[in-house]
């Protein structure tokens, strides 16, 4: 399969038609692999954010009276014309972040999942009747959409974030302005133009691509913005809740992460070494649940370093479009400086560098660190990059506490056959998820995928969205 080398002129789509940034301005979007030009994408500016805003605003209230059977038809018809155009998400999914095939097909069934999963909301957005004190008082609550709903994606998983998100809020009756990440604006666009042609009406979803340095507080403080739903970095994340602090804008924050994997003594290697590979090098570590540190008990640590570097020495860096491929470019130069300093700060200090270390142009190689200590950045800094650091415990209690000694707290995960030992790690984990014999990376539609301190506040997926995305009124009637 070839990439379509046409370089792609990319408009925003408010109200339902596709719009140039309103003084002409475009931007470059390079495709990460070797920093050609992939698209040229309107580069938003505030006013076209107000416009957007303006536009989801105006169709909130026919679109909030939409019947459940019309919301269901449109998303799954979503669905339907996202299978027609499988192989146009995947070559963006290559072409504009690198993602090797394997991670694009993946992510494009969590995403075809997603709206699905979005469809099965319409019918559910439910109150309930509530006994009343008051003689002849009928008292219950109704759930109510917000309004408008701003998401802002990052570039990782841009396919897997823009449906969830998008599909979710459409789906309990709000409508949305999107701000996809500057080094992903095509997919969102793609997305946009499936979800024009199901059916949807014009304002309901609402995109603008730009920088959002320059133009996100444009959409996280207007006052016409009912919620927001970010993902990325924690820097980010946590300038954007001041920023809703002022207007008192809800929202939910899904950011960075450190995530610890435990492996004690009574693992299976043959089992856990390949999910150790898979929790940080799918993606190239680009993974906001991917597993960078690994805390193994002291019986199973020499062999476990052995094994995870033969592994990681093996693993696919060749063409994106190869099966075998894992490694992908890193995205950009901001972020390749800051993998290259992470490694280099750790060697420097005294690590000991057990696989990778090296670059084939903008790819780094599957890097393992041992000897890790504090004074590493790499030690307790989200890296971003396919790089990981294992440390030998004398103990379970010695894992779990080593685990925790984090601001961040999103995934986890242990490997072993002992229950008492892992479900006690799974209730005194300071993270939002845990994983029992399985690897750090794992998502579904439906469940509370979230995370706790640094790595944000509120959950995603399909139950939390319904809690956080409408709200309950109470109403009685006197009979
Ligand atoms: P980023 O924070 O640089 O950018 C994310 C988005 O925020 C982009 O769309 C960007 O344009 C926008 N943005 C930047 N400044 C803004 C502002 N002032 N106001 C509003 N929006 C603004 O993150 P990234 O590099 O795209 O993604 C990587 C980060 O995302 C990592 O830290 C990763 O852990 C995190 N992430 C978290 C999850 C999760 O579910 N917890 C999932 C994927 C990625």
Redesign the pocket.
Known sequence: MDSNTEIKTLQHFIGGRWVDAEDGAAFDVLNPLDDSLYARAAKGTSGDMRNAVAAAKSAFPEYRETLPKDRERWLLRAAEIMEGRKSELIDCLIDEIGSPIQKAMFEFEKGLTMVRAAAGMCRNVRGETIPSDAPGKFSMSIREPLGVVAI??????PLIKTTRLAANALAVGNTVAH?????APHLTVLFAGIVAEAGFPAGSYNVVSG???EI??D??GHKDVDFVAF????V?GQ??NEVCARNKTPNTL????KSPTVILADADLDQVVPLAARSIFMFAGQA?IGSSRFYVERPLYDEFVKRFAMVASRIGMGDLRDPDTVIAPIISDRQRTRVKHHIADAVGKGATLVAGGEWDGNRCQPTLLTGVTEEMTVCKT?T?GPVTSIYPIDSYEEGLEKANDTEYG?SSAIFTKDIDKAFHFARNIGAGMCHINGPTIHDEAHVP?G?NGE??VGREGTDADMEAMTELKWVTVQL
């Open positions: 802002i994606t990052p570039f990782n998983v701000l996809p990440s500057e080094m920088y959002g340095r996100g507080d959409l996280t993902t990325g970095s924690t980010v300038h954007i899904e950011l960075g992460g906001c989200e971003f999103l995928f995370g790595s944000g």
